[in-house]
């Protein structure tokens, strides 16, 4: 590549391995770590995470298992094992699941993950908004909006949504960070209004 730009974002399908491996709250969060911080040790990871180092090595090696972390051996020196995110993105449909219902519990549980990660992570922002800049206040938040759509243009609207964003995300890795610049995380939902709601 050329002008310093990284490599596209890899990306993986979930299969039903996988999924299956990955419901499970330490290892959410350890890929989750080794995708925003990069590379690290099982020790380093077991710090990060308040946990200790046997457990994060056991699910260290139940990822790699299914291909989603891999080692990264040209970091380590003597017995350190550095493991590293084997893709950027994850992603799936509910629906690859339909006919394995351990599968599609286990896709389950990651979405409820998801939805409590985002309270949480709404929470921390509401308890320390006052200290950031105008500018961050007035940036960062949540909205939504209504509107009357069938499956297969919500579908659209979704896809040209994520390829909003992996633009974005691009840009902002293909060089180095703009003056200012800080990690966010951004969630993208859709939900029915229930009958009760309408």
């Known amino acids: 590549m050329g002008n310093g730009e990284r490599p596209a974002p890899r990306s ?47 699910h260290l090696r139940q990822l790699a298992e299914v291909e989603l972390v891999v080692e990264a051996p040209d970091l380590g020196s003597g017995r350190q094992r550095w493991w590293r995110a084997a893709h950027d993105v994850t992603s799936w449909e509910p629906s690859d699941f339909d006919d394995d219902p351990d599968a599609r519990a286990a896709i389950e549980w990651i979405q409820g993950d998801q939805v409590r990660l985002l309270v949480e992570r709404a929470e921390r922002w509401f308890a320390v908004q006052h200290e950031w ?43 180095p960070a703009a003056p200012g610049a800080e990690r966010v995380q951004i969630f993208l939902a859709a939900y029915p209004l229930f009958k009760e709601m309408r």
């Open 12 to 58: 993986v399908r979930l299969d039903h391995r996988q999924v299956r491996v990955l419901a499970h709250p330490l290892r959410l969060r350890l890929l989750g770590a080794l995708r925003v911080k990069g590379p690290a040790t099982a020790t380093t990871l077991a710090e990060l995470l308040h946990t200790n180092t046997g457990a994060t090595s056991y």
């Open 133 to 175: 800049s105008p500018a961050w206040r007035d940036a960062l938040g949540m909205g939504d909006i209504f509107m009357t759509v069938p499956p297969e243009r919500l579908e659209a609207l979704k896809t040209e949504l994520w390829q909003v964003l992996e633009r974005y995300r691009h840009e902002a890795n293909a060089g």
